[in-house]
């Protein structure tokens, strides 16, 4: 045996090769996962019928404290006005669909046209000036600018509830900060004039009637 051949034969008996490393086995393989029968889907329960109004499209009003008293200044309008469409916004003609809507309306607006006769300037005796009172309101009114509901959708309407209080006589102060809130939530000026028509009342003495003698 030559030198070369021996060499290289005593080389491979000492020189050992690196035993290769088998591959990790991943952690979850597709080959062992077992697909589980999906479970199944209870029946859909069918839809009810949306009545055409229904408490659900009803949004109330922001709460807030009443809004601060401003001086009317001369750019502002007259209470009259104000409150002329205010009264389009609410009137019972316009919730003939919307019994319920429409009572509440009616009687809210009786109850505020009350509050305001008394306040009309005329002349009056004691026992008819405007007393003192809380007058509990809620109105129903439909959003500023909403655009009209899609797919036979019911309407959205706010309800606005509201407690009216009326110190005395002279409360046209108090009574417009009051005012001036309700007309918000409609969309409309918060500060106005009360005008000539309201809160220049006169108050007169009756006759006086005369004792009876026994």
């Known amino acids: ?87 389009l916004r609410v009137h019972p003609d316009l919730f003939t669909a919307y019994p319920k809507l429409q009572a509440a309306n009616a009687t809210s607006l009786q109850k505020l046209q009350g509050v305001l006769n008394e306040s009309r300037t005329a002349e009056r005796r004691p026992e008819d000036v405007l007393k003192p009172r809380t007058e509990s309101l809620e109105f129903y009114l439909r959003p500023v600018g909403g655009a009209p509901p899609a797919g036979g959708a019911p309407p959205t309407f706010i309800r606005v509830p509201f407690t009216l209080r009326v110190p005395g006589a002279r409360c046209q102060h108090s009574l417009a900060e009051s005012l001036g809130t309700l007309f918000g939530y409609a969309g409309l000026p918060t500060v106005f004039h009360w005008g000539p028509e309201f809160f220049n009342s006169v108050v007169v003495k009756g006759p006086e009637v005369p004792e009876e003698k026994e």
């Open 1 to 87: 045996m030559s030198h070369t051949h021996l060499f290289a034969a005593l080389r491979g008996s000492f020189v050992s090769r690196s035993p290769r490393a088998a591959p990790c086995a991943p952690f979850f393989s597709a080959a062992a996962a077992v697909r589980l029968p999906a479970a199944p889907r209870a029946p859909r329960a069918a839809a009810p019928c949306a009545p055409f109004f229904s408490a659900a499209s009803l949004r109330a009003a922001p709460s807030g404290a009443p809004l601060r008293r401003q001086k009317p200044g001369p750019r502002d309008p007259l209470f009259k006005d104000v409150w002329r469409r205010f009264q």
